[in-house]
């Protein structure tokens, strides 16, 4: 979002240690607001290694044991944040234990009791959860408690199989928007009373890594860019043409990015998106 033009702001914690101090400047060196980003002497900062295959195909290792994310706190958040209208935007790696996820789910609900538009992107990774943990229904009551929720295939299965019922018994939940992406294959996007498909470009994979959040970040700053909050989201859905043109500007951010080594670094910026 900040790369694209965005106004960015990011909530959590991280450790007063040398990964926290470069997380904290590399955002703020992309344009981040950082005002909310917290540093614990209390526990170090959680770490994620990414390696990839033959086909850039990523699969991630990490290191997160009592690690500084895990100890905060709802009410380390002030109300003034989450004033709305705004865009809170999430994942399930803060659903993975009981007193994150507990304060992950607080914050969903403030935020969509604010007028804030409650973004949630699966992002699946099954070796963040306890051993034998179910994932299943703490990520459900996730998607229930958002207005736009993005799923890949993979993700969709591995977690509830082929459940043909899934789409309905989510919007009947009150999602506005879900979106099932599949890598090169068609993007699904289904609202109350309708449905399409979009094929996303075509282009040379050489890493995966963080083309799901830069799909995500397009698509919300579309919507910032078009003031679309809570209240407005549900009339801009019905609108199909501007739905399918921001799904489409979302979709080039993905595939820009996977055309490139890394994360951060491969993320798009706004004049590569006419911007």
Not at 148 to 164: F, P, T
Not at 217 to 236: E, V
Request: charged fraction near 20%.
């Amino acid at each position: 979002m900040a790369k694209l033009g965005g106004a960015a702001c990011f909530l959590g914690q991280v450790g007063q240690d040398m990964f926290g101090d470069t997380l904290v400047q590399t955002m703020q060196k992309f344009g981040v607001d950082t005002g909310q980003l917290l540093q614990t002497p209390d526990a170090l900062t959680a770490l994620a290694f990414v390696s990839l295959d033959e086909t850039g195909e990523r699969s991630f290792a990490f290191y997160r044991d009592d690690s500084a994310d895990l100890l905060y706190r709802a009410e380390q958040c002030p109300d003034s944040f989450l004033q709305g209208p705004a865009l809170f935007h999430c994942c399930s790696n803060t659903l993975t234990c009981d007193a994150i996820r507990e304060n992950h789910l607080t914050l969903m609900a403030r935020a969509r009791a604010s007028g804030c538009l409650v973004s949630f992107d699966v992002n699946y990774r099954h070796n963040l959860w306890p051993q034998g943990a179910d994932a299943r229904e703490p990520i459900w009551k996730a998607m229930a408690a958002s207005d736009l929720v993005k799923i890949s295939r993979e993700e969709l299965e591995a977690l509830y199989g082929q459940d043909d019922t899934l789409v309905s018994r989510l919007l009947d939940s009150g999602v506005g928007l879900l979106l099932i992406t599949d890598g090169g294959e068609p993007l699904e996007a289904h609202w109350s009373g309708g449905s399409l498909r979009l094929n996303p470009p075509q282009t040379q994979v050489v890493d995966s890594t963080a083309a799901g959040d830069s799909f995500v970040a397009g698509l919300l700053f579309q919507l910032a860019t078009q003031n679309i909050g809570h209240a407005a989201f549900a009339d801009w859905v019905r609108d199909e043409a501007r739905l399918t043109a921001a799904l489409q500007f979302a979709s080039r951010c993905g595939a820009l990015t996977v055309g490139r080594y890394g994360a951060f670094e491969a993320l798009p910026v706004a004049f590569e998106l006419g911007l």
